[in-house]
């Protein structure tokens, strides 16, 4: 297998709780002044990708990641909504993305993870909320990540899916089991009424956006989630 791209943010750090605030909810008019607000309570910086297919939405491209590069060295956590990921992928990477997830839905997915790992990306893996942990199960010894959309993508702003968490646990129950490096990501409706249940399943990486942009003090709501999700989180090793 092609080496791992280089390390990120959290790595190395077993179960490290990390927050990963959504740029989708933030104010596009004035994304440099968002990134300044919330840098100092992010670990990640989660990009959404919509290509107006896989999702019914349009968002960001290549430009206007390459503009967000030259403002910050955050790691970017680029989520790809999109039916053809494999076309963009180093366009992506060129303008500065440090990992892309690409959906496991649009098939041809070991091609992909080659591609993202031949590129120097970190590479992901997300399902959306009805499609189940066997869809993704063949290839967790060979990503970085694994994101379980706890809504359906395509806009900010959903309610959170519990339904969602036994895949979660189920996730975390095997990335423990066979002692991968993989971080488990969740990504919809998380806030602080929802993010311990999340971290309790298993999730180490969340993907927030109105809770945190939504707030007079982005960066003191992405702490607040972090502790939150700390207190409650427990390997699978732990559960029961």
């Known amino acids: 297998m ?27 008019g004035r994304l440099d002044a968002a990134i300044d607000a919330v840098a100092p309570g992010a ?30 060295d955050l790691f970017f956590d680029t989520h790809l909504m999109m039916t ?18 690409v959906h496991v839905e649009v098939g041809m997915t070991r091609t992909l993870i080659r591609q993202m790992r031949e590129l ?33 993508p395509g806009f900010g702003g959903q ?23 993989v971080r488990v990501e969740v990504d919809g409706g998380i806030g602080p009424s929802t993010v311990a249940d999340a971290a309790r399943a298993g999730a180490d990486v969340f993907v927030a956006g109105s809770a945190v942009f939504g707030s ?7 702490n607040e989630l972090r502790r939150l999700a700390s207190g409650a989180f427990r390997p699978a090793s732990a559960a029961g």
Request: proline residues 10%; glycine residues 8%; charged residues 20%.
């Open 159 to 181: 309610a959170f899916m519990p339904e969602v968490l036994d895949k979660v646990a189920a996730v975390r129950a095997a990335v423990d089991a066979d002692r991968l490096d």
């Open 2 to 28: 092609t080496p791992r791209a280089p390390t990120a943010p959290g790595e190395g750090e077993p179960h490290a709780i990390l927050v990963a605030p959504s740029l989708l909810s933030a104010d596009f």
């Open 43 to 72: 670990d990640w910086l989660h990009l959404d990708v919509m290509d107006g297919h896989f999702v019914p939405n349009l968002t960001i491209g290549p430009p206007v990641i390459a503009s967000l590069r030259g403002h910050t």
């Open 120 to 152: 120097g990306l970190r590479a992901g893996l997300a399902v959306n909320p009805d499609t189940p942990f066997e869809a993704l199960e063949p290839y967790l010894a060979d990503v970085d990540l694994v994101l379980c959309m706890t809504v359906f």
């Open 216 to 222: 007079d003090d982005p960066a003191g709501a992405a």
């Open 84 to 101: 053809d990921p494999g076309q963009y992928l180093e366009a992506f990477r060129d303008a500065g993305a440090d990992g892309c997830t």
